[in-house]
């Protein structure tokens, strides 16, 4: 017989489980929404979140019947209110109300789907307040790791991943004991750009930088995975998930994105975590832990999945996966930095306003602003001077 390999800590609360959805309007969040509709005896969403799309996010309060809901656009606070008079459903606009939702004390798990640094007061304030947070908003903690750890140390808060690739390794390490881990292998499809010479990328639309192969998501986090900024992200986000320094973070190329990721343990042996890409398994993984929920989510037809390959990611063509690993080995600021210089990056190209391989540049010019930084304030000042830096920085660097 097996020993018992369950984590030794209970759930706490009762089912069921009151749930925040911060960011409900955006892909995530959409799909939370959707596994949390599958078990109204173990979930109760108790609020939602979102930026500015308030037709959308008061049309999921209809359904879904939470008790607050929060727009952060302070513009759309008298539409989301009339839109959602009669209702008994509290309704509240501003940065500082969806920081609030993330403490409410009816939230024992707090979804953090929100894009980008905007997450992090959030998130943060989950992490003061105890809460379970499912984190997919993987810009928190490559801005602030560190105050996020020791915010979840003090208050007994605990993280778990939504990034497949994070629930992928927190799925394999679930059981073993500390210090087992000889390497964490995060995989990445590539992209949409894989196999595309670096010498056309200057032509490449916007249109083309979200269509992912194999994932729909939101705008910023595709066109991440086209520069393989995401993957750079996500090697910052595993580091402080898991503790594990930079040099013992592997990336690998795998485009049919059915392994999700692989823990490389001491004794030589591998556990990696498969299926067929469907965030919603994840999601829930992230909501019914150290539970199992039944759900027919798309299972593999081995006989059908064909040949999965394997290859080295190449940081010549794809430049922002090494800007990522160079800002963590730098540390202080630098990964902040690297971030928010990003945020401009992308919103930039997505407007027009620069080419795919400027963005890479324009990163490089946030992480000249990079110093000293240990506190919420001196991170948040870097993360301005970066974005200023990104913003100014003239484009087009390419011919
Ligand atoms: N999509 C995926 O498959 C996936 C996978 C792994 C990790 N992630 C991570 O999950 C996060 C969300 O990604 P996504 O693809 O779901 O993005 P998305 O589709 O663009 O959605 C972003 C959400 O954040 C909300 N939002 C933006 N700014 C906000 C603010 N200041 N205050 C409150 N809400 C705000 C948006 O609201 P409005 O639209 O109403 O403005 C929307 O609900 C990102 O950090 C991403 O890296 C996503």
């Known amino acids: 017989m097996l020993p018992d390999l369950r984590p030794p800590a209970p759930r706490p609360g009762a089912d069921p489980r009151g749930v925040a959805v911060l960011g409900s309007t955006g892909s995530i969040g959409v799909q939370t929404l959707e596994v949390a509709a599958r078990f109204p005896d173990r979930l109760r969403v108790v609020s939602l979140a979102a930026g500015t799309r308030w037709e959308t996010l008061a049309e999921q309060a209809r359904a879904v019947r939470p008790e607050r809901v929060v727009i952060a656009d302070e513009s759309a606070y008298a539409s989301l209110r009339g839109a959602l008079a009669g209702t008994g459903i509290d309704v509240a606009a501003g940065a500082e109300a969806v920081r609030a939702l ?62 497949s690739e994070h629930s992928a390794l927190f799925q394999c390490l679930v059981g073993e004991p500390e210090g087992c881990v000889d390497r964490l292998v995060l995989t990445a499809s590539g992209g949409p750009f894989r196999e595309r010479p670096a010498s056309t990328f200057g032509a490449i639309t916007p249109a083309e930088a979200v269509a992912h192969p194999n994932w729909s998501m939101g705008a910023k986090i595709s066109v991440d995975s086209a520069t393989m900024m995401n993957k750079g992200l996500e090697v910052i986000e595993a580091h402080w998930l898991f503790d594990i320094p930079a040099d013992r973070i592997d990336v690998v190329v795998h485009p049919e994105s059915i392994i999700h990721s692989v823990v490389e343990f001491v004794d030589g042996s591998s556990k990696a975590q498969v299926g067929p890409p469907d965030m919603r398994v994840p999601i829930q993984v992230a909501l019914s832990f150290p539970d199992r929920w039944p759900a027919d989510h798309p299972r593999l037809d081995w006989t059908r999945t064909g040949p999965l390959t394997f290859e080295a990611a190449d940081t010549d063509r794809f430049p922002c996966l090494g800007l990522a690993y160079a800002a963590l080995r730098a540390d202080g600021s630098s990964p902040a930095a690297l971030n928010a210089a990003n945020e401009v990056a992308v919103a930039r190209f997505l407007d027009g306003s620069i080419r795919f391989p400027d963005v890479p540049r324009l990163v490089e010019a946030g992480l000249a602003v990079a110093r000293p930084a240990g506190t919420l304030d001196d991170l948040l000042a870097v993360d301005r001077d970066a974005r200023r830096a990104a913003s100014e920085a003239r484009a087009p660097y390419t011919v």
């Open 102 to 163: 993330a403490e409410d004390s009816g939230a024992e798990i707090v979804v953090a789907a929100i894009v980008g640094a905007a997450g992090l007061r959030p998130t943060l304030a989950a992490a003061e307040s105890g809460k379970t947070i499912a984190l997919a908003n993987k810009e928190s903690l490559v801005v602030a790791g560190a105050l996020v750890r020791d915010a979840a140390a003090r208050s007994g808060a605990v993280v778990i991943p939504v990034d």
